[in-house]
């Protein structure tokens, strides 16, 4: 097949149009850096020479056509840890060849502390190294965001873990997902064993029903939370009395992910007030008492009527 052959002036119409694409290919790559705050840079390591693009001097709040010595570039690094970090990072780039991705702090030229990532290649030469280059990306929202959502499991961990009742969170099948200590002391399982059970699996059967059908009205959206008093069957077959107060934990978008349940064991308040009700029935029952209340009753009125 013969290649045409292109006039000189459409020759240069191509030439134009490859232009004005890589122009609008380019325009795109800036506006994504812009948006994703992500800047290049480069050390000509031979020259000493450090080149930083817009974005990179934007994200260290310096002055426009900045250009720092590589010392300076290093000391905008916190020190301690960050400055290290980075240090270790570009000498080994530019000895052994290796690539480095940081995640490290900057004090700006404003003064202002924040969380950068760094990407460094090295580009060697005949044995030697004579280019570092790569990105610079302001990802301060994204570190301190992750940071406080760790901080906020580790408050709930240690909220659920050292809790003075019963704490577990329950699938939406009624699996024991997670459970604290006060749990199994309670029902006298470990929390491998929980875990292979259901709540179902060791629920009264009288108890059953109400307990399936309020956690239907929390899925239905009827109700935030609900309590109620439960009877439990531990590992050994005792009954277990617990006040059972469950709630439901959902993700950003409202679907719903567990059920959080308190447990707290009232198995003393119930066999106390058994054996209470149990006395007073005697009581009640006994020939002794029905005769000493109807000579008292007697006696009243003979005071009144006689």
């Avoid at 006039?7 to 994703?36: F, G, M, Q, S």
């Avoid at 002055?63 to 980075?86: D, L, M, V, W």
């Avoid at 030697?128 to 940071?147: A, S």
């Amino acid at each position: 097949m013969k290649t045409k052959k292109l006039t000189i002036n459409e020759l240069l119409a191509e030439i134009a149009d490859h232009r004005k694409e890589v122009r609008n290919y380019k325009d795109v790559l800036h506006r994504i850096k812009l948006v994703a705050k992500m800047g290049m840079w480069e050390i000509d390591v031979e020259k000493k020479e450090v080149i930083w693009s817009d974005v990179t001097r934007e994200i260290h709040e310096a002055e426009h056509e900045y250009n720092p010595s590589i010392e300076e570039g290093i000391n905008f690094f916190t020190k301690g840890k960050s400055r290290q970090a980075i240090t270790q990072a570009f000498n080994k780039a530019i000895e052994q060849n290796t690539d480095y991705d940081l995640e490290v702090q900057i004090k700006t030229a404003k003064g202002n502390i924040k969380w950068t990532r760094v990407i460094g290649i090295s580009e060697f030469k005949d044995g030697k190294c004579i280019r570092v280059y790569g990105l610079f990306q302001d990802i301060d929202q994204n570190v301190k965001y992750r940071m406080e959502l760790e901080r906020q499991k580790e408050l709930f961990r240690q909220t659920f873990e050292f809790a003075p009742n019963g704490m577990a969170l329950i699938s939406l099948e009624g699996k024991w997902v997670q459970v604290n200590q006060q749990v199994c002391n309670m029902l006298n399982y470990t929390k491998e064993e929980l875990s292979k059970l259901t709540f179902q699996d060791i629920t009264h059967p009288e108890d059953l029903d109400l307990d399936l059908k309020l956690l239907e009205e929390l899925l239905a959206g009827k109700r935030e939370s609900y309590q109620m008093e439960k009877r439990y069957f531990d590992k050994s077959s005792n009954l277990v009395w617990a006040l059972l107060s469950v709630s439901m934990m959902k993700d950003e978008t409202g679907k719903p992910l567990y059920f959080v349940s308190q447990l707290t064991n009232i198995t003393e308040k119930k066999n106390y007030q058994k054996q209470h009700l149990l006395k007073t029935k005697d009581c009640l029952t006994s020939p002794i008492l029905y005769h000493t209340i109807f000579a008292r009753i007697l006696a009243i009125f003979l005071c009144f009527f006689l």
